[in-house]
């Protein structure tokens, strides 16, 4: 490893033409970025892949067509509403075979730009909050560019990398991103509350970032041994952890450990996370990996929705032809959950969106895609109950689905649901 003077000479080393894998969540080297396109005049036709990232992502401007276009392997915030499956695209494909992608050279990675924790006295740096499918970008990458920040927790598992193994590093201390807490409203506060009606002492929890994960966390306080095996974690899980409602004794697999692929929380959870034996951040082809999710116990994985039409298929990664997230690992964990002795599969949704249109729909949205086949759905969750669609026709699902709906909404339903019968 070659200990630079600047991000700029570290950066210098990427060539036009270059596929360049981006650390994603609250890895996101944003310094470097910044960087890259302050001094991106001379470069051309840059491809920059990526998971979800945080920061402003300037090189989806126009003025930079021609130097960068983008892969998005999962949609943030920051990329909502740049689709233009030209200069920025989006790459669907599971979580967990992510990695192959890269391992296969279907997507061959020339440069990995990371973030990462100060080396250790043997000389391994971590990859901190987010191992997902980073390891497997640094392994088949030409060339490894690193940022090397104090305030990157060491977390335990596949995240560590050889100073070896790195070929252009620069020291910088900065902060680590934090996402904003929210307040939750009564409806999401009841949402959490019928999930958490669900969900069983011992059982092994799969839980996301958001309102509702969160929500569903703030009702768990009751419960005892839960386990965590996860693609992700936040602040809300962290609580439980806290608390000791979630201590992993009950895991038949990684017993004593919560496991995740990416963490990402409050200065007090990065804290927390360094150097601690009991949290694992592992590559996502493995802790996504059906075959290992359902090894544990009551598998209870939590997943949420654009919208769920009244046959149980579930959109969950665009609004009709617009992409606003991804694929992510919702199919991972539904189906393994599905597999698990005791295991739950649950979709959880408000019943209607911020502007007030009902998510229960009896036709998607032309363009919208499905994730989650009708035939993987099981319990579906609004503020107004629980729908268990498993073992039932689509006449019953429709039915128990138009129950959970917004009263203002159920007649709406019935009647284009008669339709539907009457068509057929």
Same mark, same amino acid.
């Given at each position: ?55 402003? #992502? ?18 943030? +915030? ?10 920025? %695209? ?55 560019? #690193? ?21 252009? =590093?620069?020291?910088?201390? =900065? ?38 994960? %969160? =929500? ?25 952890? +806290? ?40 590559? !996502? ?19 949420? !929705?654009?919208?769920? %039409? ?11 032809? +617009? ?12 189906? =393994? ?37 009708? #035939? ?49």
């Amino acid at each position: 490893m070659k200990n630079c003077k600047s991000f700029k000479e570290a950066l210098s080393h990427i060539k036009s033409d270059s596929t360049v894998f981006v650390h994603g969540g609250a890895a996101t080297p944003v310094q470097m970025i910044k960087e890259l396109i302050a001094n991106s005049s001379h470069l051309a036709n840059i491809e920059l892949i990526h998971l979800h990232t945080e920061g402003e #992502a300037e090189y989806t401007d126009q003025k930079y067509r021609g130097i960068f276009h983008v892969t998005n392997l999962f949609l943030g +915030k920051n990329m909502r509403g740049k689709i233009d499956y030209d200069r920025v %695209d989006y790459l669907p494909c599971f979580l967990s075979e992510i990695p192959l992608l890269f391992r296969n050279k279907i997507k061959k990675i020339n440069v990995a730009l990371i973030q990462v924790s100060p080396p250790d006295v043997h000389g391994f740096v971590s990859l901190g909050t987010s191992v997902d499918i980073s390891k497997a970008a640094v392994d088949c990458a030409d060339l490894v560019i #690193a940022h090397i920040n104090p305030s990157m927790p060491r977390v335990h598992g596949d995240g560590f990398v050889h100073v070896s193994d790195i070929d252009f =590093a620069f020291e910088l201390e =900065a902060s680590i991103f934090s996402p904003a807490k929210h307040s939750l409203t009564k409806d999401e506060m009841q949402i959490g509350n019928n999930v958490a009606g669900l969900i069983e002492d011992g059982a092994t929890l799969q839980l996301g970032i958001g309102t509702l994960p %969160d =929500a569903v966390c703030a009702n768990l306080f009751g419960h005892k041994n839960l386990g965590l095996h996860t693609e992700m974690w936040t602040d809300g899980t962290f609580e439980l952890i +806290k608390k000791g409602v979630i201590n992993n004794s009950q895991k038949k697999f990684h017993q004593g450990k919560s496991t995740s692929t990416f963490l990402m929380g409050s200065r007090e959870l990065y804290d927390y996370v360094d150097d601690n034996m009991s949290v694992l951040n592992l590559e !996502a082809n493995y802790i996504n990996s059906p075959l290992v999710i359902m090894r544990n116990p009551k598998v209870t994985a939590i997943n949420s !929705a654009v919208e769920i %039409d009244l046959t149980g298929q579930v959109c969950a990664d665009s609004i009709g032809h +617009k992409i606003i997230s991804g694929v992510g690992g919702q199919m991972d964990f539904i189906r =393994a959950a599905a597999l698990s002795n005791g295991g739950k599969p649950i979709f959880c949704l408000p019943s209607l969106s911020p502007k007030g249109i009902s998510r229960i729909v009896t036709t998607l949205k032309p363009g919208a895609g499905v994730v989650t086949t009708r #035939a993987h759905v099981q319990y579906v969750v609004t503020e107004f109950g629980v729908a268990n669609l498993y073992g039932k026709s689509l006449n019953e699902r429709a039915k128990s689905l138009i129950a959970i709906s917004h009263p203002s909404e159920r007649e709406r339903l019935e009647g284009e649901w008669s339709i539907v019968k009457s068509n057929h």
